[in-house]
């Protein structure tokens, strides 16, 4: 009965079509958004249940070869709320189908179906067990709530620092972040130049340094022995604690697209740590290739 109510669009062609108008008011059918479209045309609704009686006053001669109308009547595409029951009819079953799949969906999202790990694995084997006793496992509705209680036995373990546990889509994302630091082990013998250049500063709290400020070194000459002297001139063996810092100067042809291609492998020739500080670089093109000039401040340490 709800889609009765709904209204069809007319299109009532004919000389003088308004008097279609009375023939339809005198067989009591209601009409709606009356619109003259043209000289022998009108564009008008009148309920559906109305539109059948529309057509028996009105046949269209095109079926009924023996009946004679002055008016023809065409159906025209409805618009808005009034299109509802044909659209859900023509498409009944494509809601069916989204319907269903919407609720397969919101029941499936209550499932797990597996875990990924960020950040680290090493502690793998041990997730999936204190998941399982905890409830969430593949192929299981997930039990939220003890993503804490999962979360503190997991920071038991070595080395962890940080875990995170939580449930996006299908998958749990399981987060395993450790500790950065290690303990620093005490290396052994001298200490020896890695760069070319001149020694600008050397500190030496355990040890005998064997170069002065303002000296050349040569990378791999001996900056600081591991050893020193007694006031009886004997020699003890020691593990060196030192810093040196040398003002180097690298220079080379690169053959290279661009400048920045040239810099690129100059810089990774040069074999600079976090510690070391470029303190200018220089390229020019020649011919084929680039010359590359960089100055750079090189910091080396020995358990310091």
């Given at each position: 009965?709800?889609?009765?109510?709904?209204?069809?669009?007319?299109?009532?062609?004919?000389?003088m079509?308004?008097?279609?108008?009375?023939?339809?008011?005198?067989?009591?059918?209601?009409?709606y958004?009356?619109?003259?479209?043209?000289?022998?045309?009108?564009?008008?609704?009148v309920?559906?249940?109305?539109?059948?009686?529309?057509?028996a006053?009105?046949?269209?001669?095109?079926?009924?070869?023996?009946?004679?109308?002055?008016?023809?009547?065409k159906?025209?595409?409805?618009?808005?709320?009034?299109?509802?029951?044909?659209?859900?009819?023509?498409?009944?079953?494509?809601?069916?189908?989204?319907?269903?799949?919407?609720?397969?969906?919101?029941?499936?999202?209550?499932?797990?179906?597996?875990?990924?790990?960020?950040?680290?694995?090493?502690y793998?084997?041990?997730?999936?067990?204190?998941?399982?006793?905890?409830g969430?496992?593949?192929?299981?509705?997930?039990k939220?709530?003890?993503e804490?209680?999962?979360?503190?036995?997991?920071?038991?373990?070595?080395?962890?620092?940080?875990?995170?546990?939580?449930?996006?889509?299908?998958?749990?994302r399981?987060?395993?972040r450790?500790?950065?630091?290690e303990?620093?082990?005490?290396?052994?013998?001298?200490?020896w130049?890695?760069?070319?250049?001149?020694?600008?500063?050397?500190?030496?709290?355990?040890?005998?340094?064997?170069?002065?400020?303002?000296?050349?070194?040569?990378?791999?000459?001996?900056?600081?022995?591991?050893?020193f002297?007694?006031?009886?001139?004997?020699?003890?063996?020691?593990?060196?604690?030192?810093r040196?810092?040398?003002?180097?100067?690298?220079?080379?042809?690169?053959?290279?697209e661009?400048?920045?291609?040239?810099?690129?492998?100059?810089?990774?020739?040069?074999?600079?740590t976090?510690h070391?500080?470029?303190?200018?670089?220089?390229?020019?093109?020649?011919?084929?290739?680039?010359r590359?000039?960089?100055?750079?401040?090189?910091?080396?340490?020995?358990?310091l």
């Amino acid at each position: 009965m709800l889609f009765g109510n709904f209204r069809q669009r007319l299109l009532i062609e004919g000389i003088m079509p308004e008097r279609a108008l009375l023939r339809l008011r005198r067989e009591k059918i209601a009409v709606y958004h009356v619109k003259k479209t043209g000289k022998t045309q009108i564009l008008l609704s009148v309920k559906r249940k109305d539109a059948e009686k529309v057509f028996a006053i009105y046949p269209n001669v095109c079926y009924n070869g023996t009946a004679y109308s002055p008016y023809t009547v065409k159906k025209i595409g409805e618009k808005g709320l009034n299109r509802l029951p044909e659209f859900v009819k023509n498409r009944s079953g494509f809601l069916l189908g989204a319907l269903l799949f919407a609720a397969l969906t919101l029941f499936a999202d209550g499932f797990v179906f597996g875990v990924d790990f960020v950040g680290t694995e090493v502690y793998a084997r041990e997730a999936y067990a204190t998941l399982e006793q905890n409830g969430v496992k593949p192929f299981s509705r997930y039990k939220s709530g003890k993503e804490d209680l999962i979360c503190a036995q997991l920071l038991a373990l070595d080395n962890v620092e940080f875990c995170s546990v939580k449930k996006s889509g299908f998958r749990v994302r399981v987060e395993i972040r450790l500790a950065s630091f290690e303990k620093a082990k005490a290396q052994d013998g001298a200490m020896w130049a890695k760069h070319t250049g001149e020694l600008i500063a050397l500190t030496v709290l355990r040890g005998t340094a064997l170069k002065k400020i303002g000296e050349k070194v040569t990378a791999g000459e001996e900056l600081v022995g591991d050893w020193f002297s007694t006031e009886s001139g004997e020699q003890v063996r020691v593990q060196i604690i030192a810093r040196a810092r040398i003002a180097c100067v690298y220079e080379a042809e690169i053959s290279a697209e661009d400048e920045e291609s040239a810099f690129a492998a100059a810089y990774l020739a040069l074999g600079l740590t976090e510690h070391d500080e470029i303190k200018s670089r220089e390229i020019e093109r020649a011919g084929e290739v680039f010359r590359v000039k960089i100055t750079y401040t090189a910091t080396e340490s020995l358990n310091l």
